[in-house]
């Protein structure tokens, strides 16, 4: 099993550019999450998911989009990239038991926006 | 609300014991983890708590859970250099199964 796949890995984009991170997920997981994180402040949650066809906002939304037509996919999109958006970004899966709530992480997006 | 707080360096000879603290907020957690983020990567789960429990021992691993003072630890023993990393606090609120609030993470640094 691959897990969590993010692409790309690294991107440069230029002010007001828009953009699509892309993740995927081959756990059959009902839950996805985007999370940005900045030095010093650990993984703050931009959007969720808990099953295809439903998403929420979470602690920092503004500037973002996302859709979940399946459950495999949870794509971020970026609408108008501004230098505060520079961060790296990580995608997870998770599944609700026994243990909790253990999500899985992709290797994350390294992004500078210029 | 939902809060997780932890300090952010914590520097150890090899060879002792590392102890990694947090503080959270929302009394209502059901579960606590401890992730490991190594240099590069995403998170990786390294153990988790029920808040019914107040201890949990895993090889070098001992979490203790203090619920009336909403206090989480960590502690590695023999830390090794393979240890560095930035190991994160997080919660699952009763509210909400789907949500995870992490900190800010604490760096750990092995010295000689």
């Known amino acids: 099993n691959a897990g969590v796949t993010q692409t790309p890995k690294f991107q440069v984009l230029k002010t007001g550019q828009s953009m699509t991170l892309q993740c995927a997920q081959d756990m059959n997981h009902e839950y996805m999450s985007w999370y940005r994180q900045d030095p010093g402040m650990g993984l703050r949650l931009i959007h969720y998911s808990v099953g295809a066809g439903i998403t929420d906002q979470g602690e920092v939304p503004n500037g973002y989009n996302v859709s979940r037509s399946t459950t495999e996919d949870f794509p971020l999109r970026l609408l108008s990239a501004a230098p505060s958006q520079t961060s790296v970004y990580f995608c997870a899966s998770s599944t609700r038991g026994g243990t909790g709530t253990e999500a899985f992480f992709g290797q994350g997006t390294r992004l500078t926006v210029v | 609300g939902e809060d997780v707080e932890q300090s952010l360096f914590l520097s150890v000879r090899e060879g002792d014991s590392s102890v990694i603290n947090c503080t959270y907020t929302d009394s209502s957690s059901t579960y606590l983890y401890w992730y490991k983020q190594e240099p590069g990567a995403g998170l990786q789960l390294l153990t988790y708590i029920f808040s019914n429990m107040d201890m949990k021992q895993d090889q070098r691993l001992t979490v203790l859970l203090n619920k009336k003072d909403k206090h989480l630890s960590l502690r590695i023993a023999d830390t090794q250099t393979g240890d560095s990393a930035i190991y994160f606090c997080?919660?699952?609120?009763?509210?909400?199964?789907?949500?995870?609030?992490f900190g800010s993470g604490t760096r750990l640094s092995i010295r000689p």
């Open positions: 997080a919660e699952t609120p009763y509210s909400s199964a789907s949500k995870i609030i």
